[in-house]
Structures are given as C-alpha cells and as structure tokens.
C-alpha cells in the first residue's frame, strides 16, 4: 500500500510524513527550510499580538474607557496595513505601515496634546469621535517617534561597539610641508 503525501501549507509541496514535523496546529512542514520558516513567522506573529495588546491597553488607559469601539480598531489596523482614512475613504499612505510598537510610542509623545484636546475642545464629544481625534494627533508625531526610535537604535550600536573596543589604536600623523620650487624650469621635468 502506498504512502500518504502530505502538503506543506509553507511551499505548497507534497512531501511523506518521515521528512516533515508535525506543529500543534496538526499541520506538516519540511523539516529543512519551511519549518524554520514557520518557526520565524510564529514568533513574528506573537510579538506583533503582544505589540497590539500593549497598545489597546494604552488607549484604554489614556481614554479611561472599558472596551475600545470596533471603528477605532479598524483604523488602527488600516494604519498598520499601510492606509489612512481621508474623508471616509481608505487611501494607501504607505507601502506597509509603522508596526504597532512605533504607534505606541507616537501615542506618548503625542499624550499630553490629546489629555489637553479632549478635556478643552472635545468636552461632550463620544468615545469614537475622541478617539478618532487622538489618532490623527498621533499620526502626526509618527515621524518624531521613528526618528526617536533611530537615534536610539544608533546609539545602542555605538554602545556596543565601544564596550567590545576597548583598545585604541593611535596612529601619528606628521605634515609634511610642501617645498616651494621658485626655479620652474622646463629642463628639470625632462
């Protein structure tokens, strides 16, 4: 009787059972590349899942509400897809947007102005329509917060590039002044 093949769900290949593992979703991967590769994008999916959580948990926090509403949710997703919401109509911004970790940190940057704009200009308005407020400040301190997270990245290399160099080379360099030929003559060069 002949072997069942399996499909990878990655490569879209068949392959038997004897050269594939088996995940907790009941699904079968080739052992050498597409397991690795479910592996990287598990581990990807989770740490976008914990990026979003610490999110909504902010705009909760910041908005003293219980559930944020589905409309507000779909906005941020859209963002993180890369679209932006113009007049009710979803226009692309981006080729893929800033991922939810770079939100949260616009959202600090951006918190004092949205505690001032809900409290002052938007006294009797509905959580959405607040929310929807705070996102578009937010939006705006984006490219502050990257900027931020950049120049942070780039001061953690140098950090690491100075703790693993602890020696330095010092190189002496002389100048050497260059000797004025007055006497230009035509026969010196031949």
Not at 56 to 75: E, W
Not at 80 to 102: I, M, N
Not at 123 to 135: H, P, S
Request: proline share 2%; aromatic share 10%; net charge positive.
């Amino acid at each position: 009787m002949a072997e069942r093949l399996l499909k990878c769900p990655i490569c879209g290949q068949y392959g038997r059972k004897v050269d594939m593992v088996r995940e907790t979703d009941k699904r079968h991967y080739h052992k050498e590349y597409c397991h690795g590769k479910f592996k990287k994008d598990k581990e990807a999916t989770m740490i976008e899942n914990q990026q979003w959580d610490d999110l909504y948990q902010y705009i909760i926090k910041l908005h003293d509400i219980v559930v944020l509403p589905k409309g507000n949710i779909t906005r941020l997703k859209d963002l993180r897809a890369g679209f932006d919401t113009k007049a009710g109509k979803k226009e692309r911004k981006w080729r893929s947007g800033p991922d939810y970790g770079l939100i949260l940190d616009a959202y600090k940057l951006a918190e004092s102005s949205i505690k001032w704009c809900i409290t002052n200009k938007l006294k009797e308005a509905n959580d959405t329509r607040a929310i929807n407020y705070g996102i578009s400040i937010m939006i705006d301190k984006l490219n502050e917060a990257f900027a931020r997270r950049k120049a942070k990245l780039r001061q953690q290399e140098y950090a690491e590039i100075n703790k693993n160099n602890d020696t330095y080379e010092i190189e002496e360099i002389t100048y050497k002044p260059k000797t004025s030929q007055t006497n230009n003559n035509i026969a010196d060069f031949l």
